[in-house]
């Protein structure tokens, strides 16, 4: 399981939450992704190591793997 990362600014990260759920209109996985964007590009950071296994990417990677493959049927 993923740790949350630590925010370098909680003030600055409560208020680009804030923003994000506003222009989404409710909370959810995609506020989320814009609060950060918001965050980051407000000057936030994030303290201690990255090891690479976060993020939603590293995420999406491992359900594309774990999904079923599909079978395509022959057209006659």
Same mark, same amino acid.
């Given at each position: ?18 923003? %994000?759920?506003? $222009?989404? =209109? /409710? ?7 814009? !609060? ?5 590009? *407000?000057?936030?950071?994030? %303290?201690?190591? $990255?090891? =690479? /296994? ?7 990677? !491992? ?5 079923? *493959? ?7």
């Amino acid at each position: 399981m993923a740790r949350i990362a630590k925010k370098t600014n909680p003030k600055l990260w409560e208020q680009a939450k804030r923003e %994000a759920v506003a $222009k989404q =209109g /409710k909370h959810s996985a995609r506020a989320m992704m814009q !609060a950060v964007q918001i965050y980051k590009k *407000k000057g936030g950071g994030y %303290a201690g190591p $990255k090891t =690479g /296994k976060e993020g939603i990417t590293e995420w999406a990677k !491992a359900e594309k793997k774990a999904a079923p *493959k599909r079978r395509r049927r022959k057209v006659t």
